[in-house]
């Protein structure tokens, strides 16, 4: 993070010269001064019309925390943490917020008024959810241990994340509990994000192993917590899936995928991809963007991973 990151500074017209301005764009406040707009790898790669809608956004910021927090009457000027980035009303020049709100923007086509209700209602949910107390929540260890692994990087640093839903798991026993299950893989989704440092990784890849399900293994409670989790992923989690791929699909149930097709948005929908059976297979899809010693060696890799 740059010393200067998350402090608006006043600058001299001599310091807004292009050598002392490299990693930052400057811009006019609100007096008219030049301030300087803090950058890092990721907000250096948004476009101009990214930029003018992020501008747009941030005025909308303390009226969509009214909204979001209406029993709180200081909620427009109260600063709040979302995924680990402090995002003040009064302040919120700063990369990683910056990083943090480009991903409501996105994932609504950059309309600042539909960013901003996908924004209140991520934030209502979680407070309803109570993300943070499934946070703490101790799930136990012959039912969960094995579900979810989170294991090395994939060629450009982002975090590989694999939901292992086959295999010799008990899913009667997973998914008896829906409700339970959600709180468990909003807890993993936002361990996962832990390691997303908002400076020059802010996606993940994630893997679904389904070695050995049947049709039998789908019962009402699995079609529910599927279609459940994955209608909060696409609510409350923008852009942070740079890929998904569904592995060890058995060739009779691919048309799974399609199932999904009305809960999922196309944009999200294009960065998914299904693969078949077997270690070589499953290494062809996977080898292109995870180096093998990143990758666990039943999926073709080289790694001796869980
Ligand atoms: C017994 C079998 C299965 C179980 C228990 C199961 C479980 C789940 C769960 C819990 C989710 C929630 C999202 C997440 O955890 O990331 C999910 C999502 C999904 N599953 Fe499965 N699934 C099964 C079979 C399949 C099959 C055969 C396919 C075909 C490719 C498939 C495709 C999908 C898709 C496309 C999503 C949405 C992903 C997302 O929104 O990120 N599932 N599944």
Known sequence: MSETEGQETATSPASSEPQDTTAQEVQESAEGATVEEPQNALTEKFTPKEWDALKAFRNEIPDALASAYPDKSDAKTAAINLWGVTIDPSNLLDARVSVVLMKFLRARNLSVSEGKVMFIATLRWRDEFNVEAACKEEFPQDVFGQLGHIYGKDKAGRPVVYNV???????KAIFGDVQRFLRWRVAFMEKSIELLDLESTDQMIQVHDYAGVSMTSRDANSKNAASEA????????????YKKYFINVPSYMTWIFWLFKPLIPSATLAKMSVVGSGASTIGKALLPEIDAKQLPKRYGGEAEAF
């Open 230 to 241: 994955s209608s909060i992923f696409s609510s409350h989690y923008p852009e942070l899936l």
């Open 165 to 171: 839903y086959g295999g010799n798991q008990d899913l």
